[in-house]
């Protein structure tokens, strides 16, 4: 039997998601909650096997309550309800500490699936969300590939090719000295150069000092 935990901040929610739980023989509602905090401390009390968590909650300054929950009960696996369907927030539930994502308006059929899925220590996503994760993972690294830099370094880069010092900066840029210098560290690794006059190339090279 998977004992589950439903966190909803809406009581009808809450009963509905309980009611299609609880049809299935081999799933047994544990308890309910209508808040982050409320959350943690059911989990602590009754160490459900998976945590049915509205996306809602993962907002508002409650973002780490996933990461609280993994905190408190470890061995509980979160399941995110989501109405967003972009990969970006596919993913940021995912880095959270999420080992699965439903979309509410496949509550229906894709819940129970889920929770056995997660449940049985394996991720779930629904297959269309999955193709599109891929292909943007895939077109994320295609750009990072083409570009390294990110459009931070690519500030600095400029500057430091117009032969500001890292005090300068840091000064224009308003960040620490410190951030400044690792940040030249960083360009210089990533592009693989090791001279001024190498930075200065790869500068005008990008249209970097062009006014």
Known sequence: MTRVLVVDDRPSARAGLTLLVSAEDDLEVVGEAGSGNDAVAEARALGPDVIVLDAVLCKDGEADIVQALAD???AGKVLVLSVQDEPQDVWKALELGARGYVLKQAVETELVPA???????RRYVPPELGSRLIAAETADRLRAEEDPLSAREREVLGLLAL??????????LFISVRTAE?????IMQK????????L?????G????ET
Request: charge should be negative; hydrophobic fraction near 40%; glycine fraction near 8%.
């Open 163 to 172: 032969g500001h010092t890292n005090q300068e900066i840091a000064e224009k």
């Open 182 to 186: 690792a940040h030249r560290a960083h």
């Open 191 to 198: 592009l693989r150069l090791s001279t001024r006059a190498e």
């Open 72 to 74: 408190e009960h470890p």
């Open 200 to 204: 200065v190339h790869y500068a005008l």
């Open 206 to 209: 990008e249209g970097l000092l």
């Open 115 to 121: 929770i056995r899925e997660v449940a049985a220590g």
